[in-house]
């Protein structure tokens, strides 16, 4: 029996309470998995994920009307979202469903680098444990988001650069799947270096400085290959374009991005504090396996030198979002058993009694799932379909967020951080380009969030005459009008109006447009026209003709918070 099936965890403990171990830690990865699935339908959406999943509508665009700042294989990946759902709310949905089912992947290809690292079953089932303990990868691996999908071909990687098969190819493929998870996003490029600089220095550990270098030009020159095939797709002869696009473009977000927010250092923060055993437990055993060094297989200086490195990149990252941690979080929890297995054999039983006690300790952490439930997605879904029954195929609407997936956003109205103060300087110059430009777009519906409401006071003088409030966070054109004196009508969207109750009843009151009296219906052309009921009910609304759904004007009161503690909850 190798010495390596003598000191592994199943034979200190026995057979027995190994096999009742593999059955409990197999229940509570089960558990966890369908948690993923539930959360993934149920958690709160944050801003980014309508901007990753509405890239799906614009593949066609890509790099000849519309040059992204980021790498955007993940658009494809969310086309069966788009080909499946009926409505935006449905897509963004099925869209979570697709990366939780990613996310499952990442748990299998930790459970395979486990054993290519030579640990039994029984370990590798507890380190899925460990990866499964963290709040942050359990909160963050089924978002809507680039840093989570491209975990998948960057485990395929180093699960393939791990395996006992050594050859040319397999390192080509694993170039391969590296440059797969640079085309998801160019945060890729730590997996990338990182795994290179792994199988560079193995070969180092060695003294084999010849295989260094073949083993870095094969593994560079697959991942340059599908870089380039991914430029030659979209641009072809003129595919330089687009290379420089990836290589150059982002560099001013990369370095700079993080200006635009305060105190994002406090996630760091955070995800240590809520994952504090977890974290304890995967640091002490990486720095156990750090100090034995020279006694690790192949595989396994390959996967810590790998995770030294991004564990450096993720936690000095200039903008440590939540989402950024589950970039190494995967690679860190390799390290947790070996924390187990350093406990002295030589006391009967501790071994074992500090392996249970570790998975009892973890199991606590579904306390922290459950709660997470009470961040419900309710809200955004129902604001997304009453806003899109308001829509038209060719209508188009904005909310600075992209809510509407299935829809044509009104222009290049991203308000993030930064877009809202360009907005906001332009204003203090008495400026407002912007947001004619958006208006150019004759956007029928507005949804309103936190976003809208720090340009409300730029926003509110094109809006107050254009635009009716039918829903709590919706808007659509349209105007209040009354019998007392004629209203200025601003309209910013071509088509039939009517007139409609507070309670969204049609009604047949004749009414004037420019002193013209009108029944029924009326087709208004973009342009301002004064609009006045003719006789009875004291006020109504003047809105398009063809909304479909029940709605009633609601009170004049703030919107409800569709994005509230989208990072901190």
Known sequence: MPLSDKLSLDNIIGPGPARALKLFALCVILAKIILIFVLSNNTFFVMDEYAHAAHTGMIQDFYVRYFPFKTVLSAYFYLPAQWLSSNSAEAMLIARYQMALAGVGV????????????????????????????????????????????????MGALWITTSRHKSGWILFLAGLMSG?????TQKAVYFNFALGVALIAEAVTRKAYAQAFKKAAIFTFGWAVIVVAYSVYFRG????????????????????????????????????????????????????????????????VIVIVFTLIMTFFVFTHNQPWPYVFIMVIPFLSLYGIEAVKAVPAGIPYLKGA????????????????????????????????????????????????????????????????????????????????????ILSYRPKVWILNYRTSKLWPVLEPFLVQSYVRVFPNVLVSGVEISAEKPVKFI???????????????????????????????????????????????????????????????????????????????
């Open 491 to 569: 309209n910013r969207w071509e088509g039939a109006y009517a007139l409609y109750s507070n309670s969204g009843a049609r009604l047949n009151a004749p009414f004037y447009i420019n002193s013209k009296i009108i029944k029924g219906s009326t087709l208004l052309k973009i342009g301002e026209y004064t609009a006045q009921l003719a006789d009875g009910a004291d006020k109504a609304y003047l809105l398009p003709d063809n909304i479909k759904v029940p709605f009633t004007i609601p009170p004049a009161r703030k919107p409800m918070a569709l994005f509230r503690g989208v990072y901190r909850y």
């Open 237 to 300: 002869p003129d595919f330089l374009v687009v290379l420089n696009h990836i290589f150059v473009t982002p560099v001013r977000l990369a370095v700079h991005g993080g200006e635009d927010y305060k105190n994002l250092r406090e996630f760091v923060l955070m995800t240590l504090s809520r994952n504090a055993f977890v974290y304890g437990l995967c640091f002490a055993g990486l720095s156990i396996s750090l100090a034995r060094f020279k006694k690790l297989s192949v595989a396994e």
């Open 107 to 154: 748990v299998v290809f930790v459970y395979l680098i486990c054993l290519n690292m030579g640990r039994t079953k029984l370990e590798a089932l507890f380190t899925v444990c460990v990866l499964l303990a963290f709040s942050t990868f359990m909160e963050r691996v089924f978002r809507v988001r680039t840093e989570p999908l491209c975990l998948a071909p960057a």
């Open 354 to 437: 500090v392996l249970i006690s570790a998975l009892v300790v973890m199991t606590f952490s579904f306390k922290r799932n459950i709660h997470y439930f009470g961040h419900t997605n309710l809200l955004q879904n129902m604001t997304s379909m009453q806003a899109e029954s308001l829509l038209g195929p060719d209508d188009s609407y904005c909310d600075g967020a992209g809510m509407l997936v299935k829809k044509r956003f009104a222009g290049p109205a991203w308000w993030d951080a930064r877009g809202i103060a360009e907005v906001l300087a332009q204003a203090d110059k008495n400026e407002f380009g912007l947001i004619e430009n």
């Open 180 to 184: 797969v998870a640079f085309l998801t």
